[in-house]
């Protein structure tokens, strides 16, 4: 085995059976568990490809991928990922890594549902928007930056199984922790604008998504992902069909040349590679729009359960949640004060405040939040904490919504492992 994974290299083996890679790198029996290290073997053959003994392996997460490795296609021009898979692409970022203010283009995590289009080239794309609308229109991107006023905004994506990681009995999917979201300053035009010069008909009611990536399975024609929204969400001024990320083209793996933002919402709302656009008068039914998709039980359950598809209510805007960027977790530290920050997000309502606790929750001291720099950006915080003594400690983090609601302690179990908003804890020992 350590010789196939030499032979063949780690996306190699990662491509033709994800399972073996992972046991053998990280020592782990499945996806749902994360906390394997680098094994002997895994650690010689990780060693040999970075090309020298990693004496801090003990420290590295499963999953994650060193940057010697970041030459490889997949995450060029992407560092502080941890890799899931390669078919399709999937890769989280490290709280610590997400501690800009604004998510840098290298820091962005990647959901993929099908396999990334062949050309991510602006000259020659095509956005074509049509349905229920009074004049289909052919756009190039050009035709985008001169005919529609062009924005910029910090825009705060999460994909909606963010934290599926930390279910319990797991949730099949990916099993992000905390790094499925970022906010990177994006820069294209309003959907709305768009859409308006189209002319909306009276009878649509829903919008239809449309990328260029290609379904798993290589069945030309079949859709990996066709999200669309309500036609009140999609006329909101935030909504952006994005050209450029942080100043420069967006990532092949964030969307380019063009995707949509519809920001607030599921990730997943968020077409990459973004070629059509049509506005239909029913409920969007593309591939995961229907089944149990991105739905929630239209009441608490009990962890395990099982809930009647038919019942599931299709997810809107993403509820409130923080992350701490800073420390990050495991740190040994002798300083008795440390600077403690982060970001939070509310969907469509805002974060009024952020509480933080070293103590289990028993008390909570109030973090200084910034106001979000546009709407739909994520809110920066920070505060310093003193620890009485030398120990371990945990950090923890809860923010409340601008109605009042906080994050809870524990996971709302749900089937499909979304919208897990309970707190972020980091560990500390000082000493
Ligand atoms: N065309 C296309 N768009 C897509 C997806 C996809 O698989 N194909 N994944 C969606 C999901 S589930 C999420 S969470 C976001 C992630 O955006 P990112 O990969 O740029 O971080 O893209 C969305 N847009
Ligand atoms: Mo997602």
């Given at each position: 085995m350590l010789k196939k994974i030499t032979d063949k290299g780690l996306f190699e083996l990662y491509r033709k059976n994800p399972e073996e890679a992972d046991k053998l790198l990280?020592?782990?029996?499945?996806?749902?568990?994360?906390?394997?290290?680098?094994k002997r073997a895994g650690l010689a053959t990780m060693g040999a490809m970075v090309g020298a003994?990693?004496?801090?392996?003990?420290?590295m997460p499963a999953n994650f991928i060193p940057?010697?490795?970041?030459?490889?296609?997949?995450?060029?021009?992407?560092?502080?990922l941890t890799v899931?898979?390669?078919?399709?692409v999937n890769a989280e970022t490290l709280p610590q890594f997400l501690d800009d203010a604004i998510t840098p283009t290298k820091n962005h995590f990647i959901r993929n549902n099908g396999i990334a289009p062949e050309s991510f080239d602006a000259k020659g794309w095509e956005l074509r928007i049509d349905g229920l609308v009074d004049k289909p229109m052919t756009l190039s991107i050009d035709d985008l930056k001169k005919k529609f006023e062009v924005v910029t905004a910090a825009l705060q994506i999460e994909c909606?199984?963010?934290?599926?990681?930390?279910?319990n009995p797991p949730a099949k999917g990916n099993q992000w922790t905390y790094g499925a979201v970022a906010c990177s300053k994006w820069t294209g035009v309003r959907l709305v604008d768009v859409l308006k010069a189209a002319g909306v008909k009276k009878n649509a009611i829903y919008t239809a998504h449309v990328g260029a990536d290609t379904h798993l399975s290589g069945?030309?024609?079949?859709?990996?992902i066709s999200r669309g929204v309500p036609i009140e969400k999609a006329m909101q001024p935030q909504n952006m069909i994005a050209f450029a990320q942080n100043d420069g083209l967006i990532h092949p793996m964030n969307g380019a040349p063009v995707r949509l933002i519809i920001p607030?919402?599921?990730?997943?709302?968020?077409?990459?590679?973004?070629t059509r656009v049509y506005l239909r008068d029913v409920i969007h039914d593309g591939p995961?729009?229907?089944?149990?998709?991105y739905r929630l039980p239209p009441s608490p359950v009990a962890p395990g359960d099982k809930v009647d598809k038919k019942k599931m209510v299709l997810i809107e805007s993403m509820i409130i949640k923080s992350i701490i960027t800073?420390?990050?977790?495991?740190i040994k530290t002798s300083d008795k004060k440390i600077e403690v920050r982060g970001h939070a997000w509310a969907g469509d309502r805002t974060v009024k405040d952020i509480q933080i606790s070293i103590d289990f929750g028993a008390t909570w001291q109030k973090a200084s939040l910034d106001a979000p720099?546009?709407?739909y950006a994520w809110q920066n915080w920070r505060t310093e904490v003193a620890f009485p003594q030398e120990g371990y400690y945990e950090i923890w983090a809860k923010a409340t919504d601008s109605k009042g609601v906080s994050q809870p302690h524990a996971i709302a179990w749900n089937p499909k492992g979304y919208m897990n908003n309970s707190m972020h804890r980091v560990a500390v020992t000082v000493g």
């Open positions: 990280f020592g782990r029996e499945t996806h749902s568990d994360r906390r394997g290290f680098l003994t990693i004496p801090f392996h003990r420290n940057v010697a490795f970041a030459g490889q296609d997949m995450i060029k021009g992407k560092d502080g899931f898979n390669d078919r399709p909606g199984g963010n934290g599926r990681g930390f279910f069945k030309p024609g079949k859709l990996p607030g919402w599921p990730g997943s709302f968020s077409q990459k590679w973004l995961k729009m229907t089944g149990a998709a800073n420390p990050p977790t495991g720099i546009n709407p």
